[in-house]
């Protein structure tokens, strides 16, 4: 029912940002929680962080303060805007959605979503 798509990916130096969009290019996204997920080489996909239906946002501890999840339910889109940004934050961004239960509900596992984007490169090397 959704398609996501996500962009903005690209190198950037370590203490830089980056903002990456997720789109749906097939239902709105209003009745949807998303989610961030990320992937290093050799590594297993962890969270990165969510946002609720109603707008609750739940953040890993090695991105908060400096990661920050919204959501722009007009333009189906959600965006992460990255900051101070570091070598560890390397790897394969993929945004996720899926229909909660609960509109206040921000899932964090990989199987409490049902629809994944592609993935967006983000490197962070000097």
């Known amino acids: 029912q959704v398609q996501l798509v996500e962009s903005g990916g690209g190198l950037v130096q370590p203490g830089g940002s980056l903002k990456l969009s997720c789109q749906s290019t097939?239902?709105?996204?209003?009745?949807?929680?998303v989610g961030w997920f990320r992937q290093a080489p050799g590594k297993e996909r962890e969270v990165v962080c969510g946002?609720?239906?109603?707008?609750?946002?739940l953040y890993a501890d090695f991105v908060k303060g400096r990661f920050a999840i919204s959501r722009d339910d007009s333009i189906n889109t959600v965006y992460l805007e990255m900051n101070r940004l570091m070598a560890e934050d390397t790897g394969i961004y993929t945004c996720?959605?899926?229909?909660?239960?609960?509109?206040?509900?921000?899932?964090?596992?990989?199987?409490?979503?049902?629809?994944w984007g592609q993935g967006a490169q983000v490197t962070v090397s000097s």
């Open positions: 996720a959605a899926d229909t909660p239960v609960l509109e206040s509900f921000v899932p964090t596992h990989p199987a409490d979503y049902s629809y």
């Open positions: 097939g239902d709105t996204l209003n009745a949807y929680a």
């Open positions: 946002v609720s239906i109603t707008g609750d946002t």
